[in-house]
């Protein structure tokens, strides 16, 4: 999928405050990779798709992680709202033809963060 493609297909799955977000981080996100010395075009995407699972209510929140086989511990069943990071990291391959497990991994650490996180992580 072209970056247009991915633009267009998160622009009909996202609410219009959170697609402007979304447009808003993927920016900041090519700022940023200028000064840590990471892919811009990993950061453009990263941050353009971080929030591509965003959109699940609760019960389908878990259903969806459920399916694709993701723990989900005590704090998210508290809180599945926690699970469109990991859901958004599976997504971004299965929707947006995304690849780069680098990617899938910023997006999956976008709200908890991680141990040893990468740039692109941060
Ligand atoms: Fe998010």
């Known amino acids: 999928m072209t970056l247009e493609q991915m633009q267009a297909e998160l622009e009909a799955s996202l609410k219009p405050s ?3 977000h979304s447009l808003g981080v993927s920016e900041t996100a ?3 990779s200028h ?3 990471v892919d811009e075009e ?4 990263a941050g353009l798709l971080h929030d591509c699972a965003r ?3 609760n019960e389908a929140m878990v259903e ?3 399916k694709r086989g993701i723990a989900i ?3 998210e069943r508290s809180m599945p709202l926690l699970l469109h990071a990991d859901i958004g990291a599976v997504r971004v391959r299965e929707i947006y033809g995304v690849e780069d497990p680098a990617i899938s991994q910023a997006i999956a650490r976008h709200t908890v963060g991680g141990a040893h996180m990468t740039p692109l992580d941060k």
């Open 35 to 37: 000064h840590f010395g």
């Open 42 to 45: 990993k950061a453009r995407v």
């Open 30 to 32: 090519v700022k940023l």
């Open 64 to 66: 969806e992680a459920e």
């Open 18 to 20: 959170r697609f402007r």
């Open 73 to 75: 511990g005590e704090v």
């Open 55 to 57: 959109e699940f209510r």
